[in-house]
């Protein structure tokens, strides 16, 4: 018996407005995603990857069609709603780590669990131990300015799954890494995808990132153009 899907978008759309000129970014985007799927987004520039993303995580707004997820209606939520489902059932990564600067690498990784009210020293616990999982023991305490590229991703990863998320966005996970730290990225995230059954959707340009995917979808002018199993 096929599962119900995590994601779920029905005739999802997004335009935008910039003066006389409309951009439809996203155009009649009908797309399921099964728990536990590793799906990459493949496609040129500009041909609505990360926008898919944002619209499809609830971090921007479609203009018209619909978004499930955990068969809840993003649209239907309030913004505070929005926020804290991101916060508790959604990981994000980004290109550019998005780590704060002034905090050490166990600091960033337990912040999401301080903004939902964990207590500090639970925290404090949890984030040790991903930290760990992400082989980054004896770093903890190491601003990112200190770290390796390798080891700031690896430090967002950790940030991203510390709340045990449903799904993890990934955009562009590896695109400020050189070709073997981006493959034991990449490898990282398979790895937490079967072994914790994780659903991970991944934004990339690069065939060898999507090759560690079991689906690939491919864009174009804001539209899918291809749904295929990886090989």
Known sequence: MKPEPLV????????????PLSVRALQGINLE??????????????????TLLNCFSGLDELTSGEVYVDGKSLSSMTDKQK???????????????NLLPVLTAVENVELPLLIVGHPP????????????????KGWEQ????ELSAGQQQRAAI??????????????????????DTSRQIMQLLKQL??????????VTHDPAVSEWANRILKMRDGR???DTAAK
Not at 33 to 50: D, H, Q, R, Y
Not at 83 to 97: D, L, N, V
Not at 162 to 169: D, E, K, T
Request: glycine share 8%.
């Open 8 to 19: 779920r978008a029905v005739a999802a759309e997004k335009v935008y407005e910039s003066g």
């Open 33 to 50: 995603i099964l728990p536990g799927e590793m799906v990459a987004i493949m496609g040129p520039s500009g041909c609505g990857k990360t």
């Open 83 to 97: 926020t804290e489902y991101r916060a508790k059932r959604m990981g994000f990564i980004f290109q550019s780590y």
């Open 121 to 136: 020293k639970q925290a404090r616990a949890t984030a040790m131990m991903i930290i760990e999982q992400m082989g980054m």
């Open 142 to 145: 190491h601003k990112p300015s």
């Open 158 to 179: 950790a940030r991203a799954l510390v709340n045990s998320p449903a799904i993890v966005w990934a955009d562009e996970p590896t695109g400020n890494l050189d070709t």
């Open 193 to 202: 995808n079967v072994g914790n059954r994780q659903t991970f959707v991944v």
């Open 224 to 226: 899918i153009v291809e």
